[in-house]
């Protein structure tokens, strides 16, 4: 029977998930635009967490007011002349002019527009770090498949081994394992294997030509995490390691739409997930990262959404960072500006629309879910 404690879990657990995934991502993207205009020397009157109405002012920072507001939604940058000019510019203060958005070159204005999506991007490359450096799962390779005439078939390997060691050398994952058979095709092997708790060395000989889709052993694997057990590394292999696993994550993220459209993938699983959706995931990230006493399943997390934020921010799409970056290009191109008031024009329009989508997503977050990973 459902309960109101299960309906109030059910309410808040995304609410959680929500500030606990979103918001920092969301406040440490703001804070690349804020950092970029002061070294610009642009004033940033209000640094604000959600969009107004205000709820309150936190404190300030120079010229700069930092609040709260009721909206949560995303957060913003209130820079100077971005939207209160006049055409006519001699009722302007002329210091306030000499600190606006618009009186910088096109050059600098780049700059402040990159900084929200940069400090996204490196953000998510020290926690793709320091998932290393706090420890992540081993890994077993574990065989979900034996074919039949092959050596693993005549060595009694079963559906559900865990190979753990080559030749007495321990291995970890499908990447150890199959560079280590790599090594020893055409020569007797003794292969070691967890079947249920108990460690069993099989000797095989691993196949030099095996037939096509079987492999050297004539098995197929998958790799299991070993629960209870996190690996730490050093932090040099963790900085490589961590640069790795980024750059992997950065390219598939900018790769998705053409995996979509050549694989196939169903609307239902491809489609965009709103800020409910993320908010659901990163709760059951964190739930996870209690289970396991282990902070990688949250971390990991991070990383994902704030390459899709920097990334998604980049696209040349007005009200994105992405389209004001391109309306600077072209003014650095033909030399010529639109004037900041029409600019800003575009974007909320831009903006509007984005709106309109976002709650269209909302909506298919609440009707049509995505099944959690």
Same mark, same amino acid.
């Given at each position: 029977?459902? $309960?109101?404690?299960?309906?109030?879990?059910?309410?808040?657990?995304? *609410?959680?998930?929500? *500030?606990?995934?979103?918001?920092?991502?969301?406040?440490?993207?703001?804070?690349?635009?804020?950092?970029?205009?002061?070294?610009?020397?642009?004033?940033?009157?209000?640094?604000?967490? #959600?969009?107004?109405?205000?709820?309150?002012?936190?404190?300030?920072?120079?010229? $700069?007011?930092?609040?709260?507001?009721?909206?949560?939604?995303?957060?913003?940058?209130?820079?100077?002349?971005?939207?209160?000019?006049?055409?006519?510019?001699? $009722?302007?203060?002329?210091?306030?002019?000499?600190?606006?958005?618009?009186?910088?070159?096109?050059?600098?204005?780049?700059?402040?527009?990159?900084?929200?999506?940069?400090?996204?991007?490196?953000?998510?490359?020290?926690?793709?770090?320091?998932?290393?450096?706090?420890?992540?799962?081993?890994?077993?390779?574990?065989?979900?498949?034996?074919?039949?005439?092959?050596?693993?078939?005549?060595?009694?390997?079963?559906?559900?081994?865990?190979?753990?060691?080559?030749?007495?050398?321990?291995?970890?994952?499908?990447?150890?394992?199959?560079?280590?058979?790599?090594?020893?095709?055409?020569?007797?092997?003794?292969? $070691?294997?967890? /079947?249920?708790?108990?460690?069993?060395?099989?000797?095989?000989?691993?196949?030099?030509?095996?037939?096509?889709?079987?492999?050297?052993?004539?098995?197929?694997?998958?790799?299991?995490?070993?629960? #209870?057990?996190?690996?730490?590394?050093?932090?040099?292999?963790?900085?490589?390691?961590?640069? /790795?696993?980024?750059?992997?994550?950065?390219?598939?993220?900018?790769?998705?739409?053409?995996?979509?459209?050549?694989?196939?993938?169903?609307?239902?699983?491809?489609?965009?997930?709103?800020?409910? #959706?993320?908010?659901?995931?990163?709760?059951?990230?964190?739930?996870?990262?209690?289970?396991?006493?282990?902070?990688?399943?949250?971390?990991?997390?991070?990383?994902?959404?704030?390459?899709?934020?920097?990334?998604?921010?980049?696209?040349?799409?007005?009200?994105?960072?992405?389209? /004001?970056?391109?309306?600077?290009? *072209?003014?650095?191109? /033909?030399?010529?500006?639109?004037?900041?008031?029409?600019?800003?024009?575009?974007?909320?329009?831009?903006?509007?629309?984005?709106?309109?989508?976002?709650?269209?997503?909302?909506?298919?977050?609440?009707?049509?879910?995505?099944?959690?990973?």
């Amino acid at each position: 029977m459902f $309960t109101f404690a299960e309906g109030l879990n059910g309410i808040l657990g995304p *609410i959680f998930g929500f *500030i606990v995934g979103l918001i920092p991502l969301i406040v440490i993207h703001e804070f690349g635009h804020l950092i970029m205009a002061k070294i610009m020397g642009v004033w940033a009157r209000e640094f604000g967490i #959600g969009y107004p109405p205000r709820i309150f002012k936190m404190f300030n920072w120079g010229e $700069t007011e930092f609040t709260l507001n009721w909206i949560p939604f995303g957060g913003f940058v209130r820079m100077e002349g971005e939207s209160t000019f006049a055409e006519d510019k001699e $009722t302007v203060d002329p210091e306030v002019m000499a600190h606006s958005l618009y009186s910088k070159n096109p050059w600098q204005r780049i700059l402040i527009y990159l900084g929200g999506p940069a400090m996204n991007l490196i953000t998510a490359w020290l926690i793709a770090v320091l998932i290393f450096t706090s420890g992540i799962p081993g890994l077993q390779a574990v065989i979900t498949d034996v074919a039949p005439n092959s050596p693993a078939a005549a060595a009694n390997m079963q559906i559900g081994d865990a190979l753990v060691a080559v030749n007495g050398t321990d291995v970890e994952g499908s990447v150890e394992l199959q560079s280590a058979i790599e090594a020893v095709k055409g020569q007797e092997t003794m292969v $070691t294997v967890d /079947r249920d708790g108990e460690k069993l060395g099989i000797s095989l000989t691993p196949r030099e030509s095996p037939p096509e889709g079987e492999g050297s052993m004539g098995i197929m694997i998958m790799d299991h995490e070993v629960t #209870g057990s996190l690996k730490h590394y050093s932090l040099p292999e963790s900085l490589v390691y961590g640069t /790795r696993y980024f750059g992997n994550l950065a390219s598939m993220t900018v790769m998705l739409p053409v995996y979509i459209v050549r694989m196939g993938i169903p609307f239902e699983q491809a489609r965009p997930v709103g800020v409910i #959706g993320i908010s659901q995931i990163a709760e059951q990230s964190v739930n996870q990262s209690i289970e396991q006493a282990a902070p990688y399943p949250y971390l990991s997390l991070l990383v994902m959404l704030s390459i899709s934020l920097g990334i998604f921010n980049l696209l040349p799409i007005p009200a994105l960072d992405g389209g /004001r970056i391109l309306f600077s290009l *072209i003014e650095a191109v /033909r030399g010529k500006a639109l004037t900041p008031a029409l600019e800003e024009r575009i974007h909320l329009v831009a903006f509007a629309a984005m709106i309109v989508l976002f709650i269209g997503i909302t909506l298919l977050d609440i009707f049509m879910p995505v099944p959690l990973p």
